[in-house]
Protein backbone atom coordinates (compact mmCIF):
# COMPACT_ATOMS: atom_id res chain seq x y z
CA UNK A 1 0.00 0.00 0.00
CA UNK A 2 2.83 2.33 0.92
CA UNK A 3 4.61 2.49 -2.80
CA UNK A 4 1.28 2.73 -4.26
CA UNK A 5 0.20 5.77 -2.64
CA UNK A 6 4.07 6.73 -2.81
CA UNK A 7 4.68 6.45 -6.64
CA UNK A 8 0.70 8.37 -6.65
CA UNK A 9 2.13 11.10 -4.42
CA UNK A 10 5.12 11.15 -7.07
CA UNK A 11 3.13 10.97 -10.22
CA UNK A 12 0.68 13.55 -9.03
CA UNK A 13 3.96 16.05 -7.99
CA UNK A 14 5.37 15.14 -11.56
CA UNK A 15 2.35 15.90 -13.29
CA UNK A 16 2.14 19.06 -11.37
CA UNK A 17 5.44 20.56 -11.82
CA UNK A 18 5.14 21.46 -15.33
CA UNK A 19 1.80 23.46 -14.84
CA UNK A 20 2.22 25.30 -11.89
CA UNK A 21 5.73 26.31 -13.86
CA UNK A 22 3.98 27.31 -17.14
CA UNK A 23 1.04 29.43 -15.29
CA UNK A 24 3.67 32.50 -14.34
CA UNK A 25 2.96 35.66 -15.51
CA UNK A 26 5.43 37.33 -18.39
CA UNK A 27 6.45 40.15 -18.12
CA UNK A 28 7.46 42.27 -21.12
CA UNK A 29 10.82 42.59 -21.90
CA UNK A 30 12.24 46.01 -22.25
CA UNK A 31 15.26 46.72 -24.90
CA UNK A 32 17.75 48.94 -23.91
CA UNK A 33 19.16 51.43 -26.63
CA UNK A 34 22.99 51.79 -26.49
CA UNK A 35 24.30 55.09 -27.15
CA UNK A 36 25.22 55.05 -30.71
CA UNK A 37 24.66 51.09 -31.67
CA UNK A 38 27.13 48.26 -32.59
CA UNK A 39 26.51 45.28 -30.35
CA UNK A 40 25.95 46.32 -27.24
CA UNK A 41 27.75 49.48 -27.33
CA UNK A 42 30.91 47.93 -28.45
CA UNK A 43 31.30 51.26 -31.01
CA UNK A 44 31.74 53.52 -28.06
CA UNK A 45 33.58 50.89 -25.56
CA UNK A 46 36.29 48.74 -26.94
CA UNK A 47 39.61 50.82 -27.70
CA UNK A 48 40.90 48.28 -30.38
CA UNK A 49 38.01 48.45 -32.37
CA UNK A 50 39.22 50.54 -35.36
CA UNK A 51 35.58 52.70 -35.62
CA UNK A 52 36.72 54.06 -32.14
CA UNK A 53 38.00 57.54 -31.71
CA UNK A 54 40.48 56.10 -29.28
CA UNK A 55 41.99 53.54 -31.32
CA UNK A 56 45.60 53.82 -32.20
CA UNK A 57 48.02 52.39 -34.98
CA UNK A 58 51.93 51.97 -34.86
CA UNK A 59 52.04 55.12 -37.24
CA UNK A 60 49.85 57.09 -35.16
CA UNK A 61 52.28 56.27 -31.52
CA UNK A 62 54.90 56.97 -33.81
CA UNK A 63 53.20 60.93 -34.90
CA UNK A 64 52.55 61.63 -31.28
CA UNK A 65 55.73 60.84 -29.94
CA UNK A 66 57.56 63.27 -32.72
CA UNK A 67 55.18 65.52 -31.92
CA UNK A 68 55.52 65.40 -27.77
CA UNK A 69 59.52 65.61 -28.71
CA UNK A 70 59.31 68.29 -31.03
CA UNK A 71 57.06 70.90 -28.56
CA UNK A 72 59.34 69.86 -25.54
CA UNK A 73 62.73 69.64 -26.50
CA UNK A 74 62.72 71.97 -29.76
CA UNK A 75 67.17 71.85 -30.02
CA UNK A 76 66.50 68.17 -30.89
CA UNK A 77 65.93 66.45 -34.39
CA UNK A 78 64.03 63.65 -34.71
CA UNK A 79 65.71 61.42 -36.92
CA UNK A 80 64.04 58.23 -36.59
CA UNK A 81 61.53 56.18 -34.38
CA UNK A 82 61.26 52.42 -34.29
CA UNK A 83 58.45 50.62 -33.03
CA UNK A 84 59.05 47.05 -31.99
CA UNK A 85 56.40 45.10 -29.43
CA UNK A 86 56.38 47.73 -26.26
CA UNK A 87 59.76 49.24 -26.81
CA UNK A 88 60.29 52.03 -28.77
CA UNK A 89 63.81 53.41 -30.18
CA UNK A 90 64.63 56.40 -30.79
CA UNK A 91 67.04 58.39 -32.20
CA UNK A 92 67.41 62.39 -31.97
CA UNK A 93 70.01 65.03 -32.99
CA UNK A 94 71.60 67.66 -30.92
CA UNK A 95 73.64 70.37 -32.01
CA UNK A 96 76.97 70.13 -32.77
CA UNK A 97 78.53 72.16 -30.23
CA UNK A 98 76.37 70.30 -26.79
CA UNK A 99 78.61 68.82 -24.40
CA UNK A 100 78.36 65.53 -22.77
CA UNK A 101 76.49 66.34 -19.63
CA UNK A 102 74.21 68.37 -22.03
CA UNK A 103 73.26 65.05 -24.01
CA UNK A 104 72.56 62.65 -20.99
CA UNK A 105 69.77 65.46 -19.89
CA UNK A 106 68.34 65.56 -23.10
CA UNK A 107 68.39 61.87 -23.04
CA UNK A 108 66.90 61.63 -19.39
CA UNK A 109 64.29 64.35 -20.64
CA UNK A 110 63.56 62.67 -23.96
CA UNK A 111 62.71 59.56 -22.01
CA UNK A 112 60.40 61.82 -19.56
CA UNK A 113 58.52 63.34 -22.39
CA UNK A 114 58.04 59.81 -23.80
CA UNK A 115 56.87 57.91 -20.72
CA UNK A 116 54.40 60.92 -20.11
CA UNK A 117 52.41 61.27 -23.99
CA UNK A 118 52.93 57.74 -25.23
CA UNK A 119 53.17 55.41 -21.25
CA UNK A 120 52.44 51.81 -23.64
CA UNK A 121 56.21 51.87 -24.84
CA UNK A 122 59.10 52.02 -23.03
CA UNK A 123 61.35 54.46 -24.40
CA UNK A 124 65.39 53.57 -25.54
CA UNK A 125 66.58 56.87 -26.76
CA UNK A 126 69.87 57.97 -28.11
CA UNK A 127 70.86 61.57 -28.34
CA UNK A 128 74.50 62.26 -31.17
CA UNK A 129 75.39 65.12 -32.49
CA UNK A 130 74.67 66.54 -35.73
Request: charged letters at 15%.
Amino acid sequence: MLPRLLIGWLGLMLFMLPVLTACQSQQDAKVKAHSSGGALGIVDANPNNPLGGSYRTYESDMTVMQNALNRSLPQLQVQAIRLNGTTAHIRLLAPSGTADAELQKLQQEAVRVLAADAPRYEAKVTVERS
